[in-house]
């Protein structure tokens, strides 16, 4: 077995910092880095917001279905009962990207949510998405 030179060490520690500076940068940078709005991260709060903002038009929800709006996931059941969650995964923050057939998907690794619920139906995901309160007034959705 060789041993490590000097050289070597320097140049494997000179990669090492390169590749944490490269992630940091990316991080947060990334679409992933930003919190859905009117929520600090998975937090429930208001962020600080001015007050109510339209989301979508209830016709826009479909029965049993739901789309997904400005860091938001708005579902809605068969009537006209409508709830929503955060948009970012609870693995590693991806963006949910569909809603169909009662799921919630990820296309990052494949997590995949109950739309009712938000509770994991599929993992890596190991939480739930978490739960944003929501409005409907005069057949608009809004953020609470």
Do not use: W
């Amino acid at each position: 077995m060789s041993e490590v030179t000097r050289r070597s060490a320097v140049t494997a520690a000179a990669a090492a910092v390169a590749g944490v500076v490269v992630g940091i940068v990316y991080g947060r940078n990334s679409d992933a880095a930003k919190a859905p709005p009117g929520a600090a991260g998975y937090g429930y709060g208001s962020g600080g917001s001015a007050g109510p903002k339209k989301l979508t038009a209830l016709a826009n929800v479909p029965a049993d279905g739901g789309v997904i709006t400005q860091g938001y996931v708005v579902v809605r059941d068969a009537g006209d009962a409508v709830h929503a969650f955060s948009s970012v995964c609870t693995h590693l923050s991806c963006d949910v990207n569909r809603v169909a057939d009662g799921k919630i998907f990820c296309p990052c690794h494949g997590s995949v949510f109950d739309a009712q619920t938000g509770t994991v139906v599929q993992g890596p995901a190991g939480s739930p998405l978490p739960k944003l309160p929501v409005t409907v007034k005069n057949g608009d959705v809004f953020t609470a």
